[in-house]
Nanobody, 126 residues
């Protein structure tokens, strides 16, 4: 069983930065695909960024390209999402997720992920 715990959310002015963290427990962290999704009130959950341990470049939604960077530290069992130049439209609950044996395009499909964190709120406002 994999458990995921997110942290790092909070309130920031437009143009500000936040770094989200997702720490995993469980024996297969090093062989997984991991991703960040977000969900704003009244909207569907949407893909933000993801990566596979087995190779390939990280994948980003168009909304975050050039502003968001996904990374992982396997020794710490932690995945990060560095978010810069935040906009009010980035305000949402952010979730990390772990999946197995995903192909690169499948990183964007929330239904492919087996485990989810509890979420961390990101608020962007003046």
């Amino acid at each position: 069983q994999v458990q995921l715990v997110e942290s790092g959310g909070g309130w920031v002015h437009p143009g500000g930065s936040l770094r989200l963290s997702c720490t995993a427990s469980g024996p297969t962290f090093g062989t997984t695909a991991m991703a960040w999704f977000r969900q704003a009130p009244g909207k569907e959950r949407e893909f933000v960024a993801g990566s596979r341990m087995t190779g390939g470049s990280p994948r980003y939604a168009d909304t975050g390209k050039g502003r968001f960077t996904i990374s992982r530290d396997n020794a710490k069992r932690t995945m990060y999402l560095q978010m810069n130049s935040l906009k009010p439209e980035d305000m949402a609950e952010y979730y990390c997720a772990v999946g197995y044996n995903l192909r690169q395009p499948e990183l964007e499909e929330s239904g492919r992920f087996a485990y989810w964190g509890q979420g961390t709120q990101v608020t962007v406002s003046s």
